[in-house]
């Protein structure tokens, strides 16, 4: 280069750049609490998002309170059952059986039947044909 010329070089700007990235977690959390705010992270939050909270998940698969804990299940432990497996004897037992009472031993049985998980000596099956099923 002669005669004072001025030679130029292009200069390439490099940018770099940082990717951050962010995590979402399965867990059942309040994504809402702020962990600087709060003092609490994600494990220490119970699954209602309450920080250092007590309710866990119960075994209807619920969150719940202590207090209120598995209160989706039925009498009989059946989440959400409604008690459909007590039919009038005890839970997961046969329904009960119509009997009418033999009192003056005929072997007939007289009156309006009555309902027996356990059967009692002297009681027949309800027969309005009068055919005797059987005495006990």
């Known amino acids: 280069m002669l005669g004072g010329a001025i030679k130029t070089i292009p200069i390439l700007t490099v940018l770099l750049f940082s990717f951050v990235s962010v995590g979402?977690?399965?867990h059942d959390y309040n994504v809402d609490i702020?962990?600087?705010e709060s003092g609490c992270d994600?494990?220490?939050?119970?699954?209602?998002?309450?920080c250092y909270g007590d309710d866990?998940?119960?075994d209807c698969g619920e969150c719940s309170d202590p207090a209120d804990f598995?209160?989706?299940?039925?009498d009989c432990g059946?989440?959400?059952?409604?008690?459909a497996d007590d039919l009038g004897c005890g839970c997961f037992e046969p329904a009960a059986l119509s009997y009418c009472e033999d009192?003056?031993?005929?072997g007939l049985g007289a009156g309006t039947p009555v309902d027996f998980c356990d059967v009692?000596?002297?009681?027949?099956?309800?027969?309005?044909?009068k055919k005797i099923i059987g005495t006990l």
């Not at 994600?42 to 309450?50: I, K, M, R, Y």
């Not at 009692?120 to 044909?129: I, M, Q």
Request: overall charge negative; some cysteine.
């Open 42 to 50: 994600e494990a220490d939050q119970d699954c209602s998002g309450e």
């Open 78 to 83: 059946v989440c959400y059952g409604g008690n």
């Open 34 to 36: 702020d962990p600087a």
């Open 70 to 74: 598995n209160s989706g299940q039925d």
């Open 120 to 129: 009692e000596a002297d009681l027949l099956f309800h027969n309005e044909s």
């Open 24 to 26: 979402y977690s399965t």
């Open 103 to 106: 009192i003056d031993g005929d």
């Open 56 to 58: 866990t998940i119960d």
